[in-house]
């Protein structure tokens, strides 16, 4: 077995190395650096897959379950797939291609071809499933259809982001047009869907129009709730002359690792500026009263500043997290 893993290792991550730098053998050292640059890629193509599944069935129960019986649309370019469907009763998945496909060639001039591959897998994918899977029809209440079945086609939006391809182009198109004009993304997106909701209230009829907006909020939100991360923390900076007292309360007492930068205060009258030490550290929002309590016990006029982070990778918060769920 490690024989087969280190020919592995020298025929996919070091074979590039090799012809770049000229080396023809390698040390124990960069074998392990190798085999370790191959467990990631490995997991990553696993977890990638897995959300790319995961966002796909979502996106199809959303469509499925909820917005097709009931000829609901969504903005974007899964709206004008279901819009076209709804109007002429043609195949929804044919659409999504058709629709989708001119976007994923977009995306392979300006992002990647690694990214144009997996949006087109996506894109067939959800064409395919819808056309072959048939989920049932869970509800025909209306606002229950707009707010769930926003919410699971945004999922599977999400999700397939994650992964790090898109089944919905609209956002492509929006970057195409925004570096050739004065527009921004936002205000591409927004003349796009004024113009599928316009025209679902013109060939369909308004109170359907007006239940689609909610069913784009719904997936909207959900689409940000899952790219922009879904646990929310809080980053804290402190600015006071105890410093020092204040970084071993949050050391000693709390637990928590820290960030000290060098400052200056802010010059007075007499032109005079002293340094000081800024404090910063990243906590969730359960922990915010406990910090803010410790800091009013040791200097109540501390300059706290704190704003919000979606998410975070590595460090120290996240060790903490694991262990208070024991």
Known sequence: MKAFLERLVLRTVLRSQAALKGEEDFSPFALAKGYRSLRISAWRLVKDIAMMATG???????????????????????????????????????????????????????????????????????AITVSVIHFPEVTHDKLLVAAFGGFFLGLGIGLAVRAGAVI?????????????????????????????????????????????????LAAGRTVDFIIEGIEEYMGVTIISPHSEELREMIVQKLGWGLTVF???????????????????????????????????????????????????RGGMIKQRRHKHGK
């Open 56 to 126: 796909v069935a979502s996106a199809a129960f959303g469509l499925e379950g909820f917005l097709l019986p009931n000829t609901f649309i969504d903005g974007g370019a899964t709206g004008i797939a279901l819009l076209i469907t709804a109007y002429s009763g043609w195949p929804l998945g044919a659409w999504l291609i058709l629709v989708n496909l001119p976007f994923a060639f977009m995306a392979y001039h300006m992002i990647g071809k690694e990214f144009a591959l997996k949006t087109i897998i996506g894109i067939t994918a959800l």
């Open 168 to 216: 919905d182009g609209t956002e492509v198109l929006a970057i195409a047009i925004s570096r050739r004009t004065g527009l921004t993304i936002g205000d591409v997106i927004l003349f796009v869907n004024v113009f599928i909701f316009g025209a679902a209230a013109l060939l369909l009829n308004v109170e359907i129009a007006l239940y689609s907006m909610i069913t784009y």
């Open 262 to 312: 060098n400052g200056k205060r802010g010059y007075g009258k007499n032109g005079n500026a002293n340094d000081t030490e800024i404090l910063y550290c990243v906590i969730t929002r359960l922990e915010i009263g406990r910090l803010t309590g410790e800091v009013r016990r040791i200097d109540p006029n501390a300059f706290v500043i704190m704003s919000s982070i979606k998410d975070t």
